[in-house]
């Protein structure tokens, strides 16, 4: 006895365009969801005291205070100062006093990078301990 069964279909090829698509989406999403930057932080130590000089018997170094205002000047113990004559004044200042530490003030306005601008001076110009006040 014999069957007559229908002809086999033919195969039929899966479509990779939505596989493609699906992937493309995929990566798209994890690079937009991704983070490139590098994190770097800053050691800082908080101060509420100013040690001045007249304070010199004790045990504490000599600080100076370093303020930054909202609109960008400096000023070092009340004398204002030009923000290009920061790294050599504290030079001078280091060179008198080798332990000098600095205690930086920032009004609530400024900008981070500025702030970071002037911390980058104070380490630049050799003064090994710096307060954030």
Do not use: C
Request: glycine share 6%; charged share 25%.
């Amino acid at each position: 006895m014999q069957l007559d069964l229908p002809p086999a279909r033919a195969g039929r090829s899966i479509g990779l365009t939505p596989l493609i698509d699906v992937v493309f989406i995929l990566l798209l999403f994890f690079l937009l969801a991704s983070h490139f930057d590098q994190w770097q932080t800053l050691r800082l130590a908080t101060t509420s005291t100013v040690v001045s000089d007249s304070h010199a018997d004790d045990d504490r170094p000599p600080a100076l205070l370093l303020r930054l205002h909202a609109d960008g000047t400096l000023d070092i113990n009340g004398e204002l100062l030009e923000p290009h004559q920061l790294g050599r004044t504290l030079e001078s200042y280091r060179a008198r006093r080798p332990d000098l530490s600095v205690v930086l003030e920032s009004d609530d306005q400024v900008r981070l990078q500025a702030l970071v601008g002037v911390i980058d001076d104070v380490v630049a110009s050799g003064i090994a301990r710096l307060n954030l006040k």
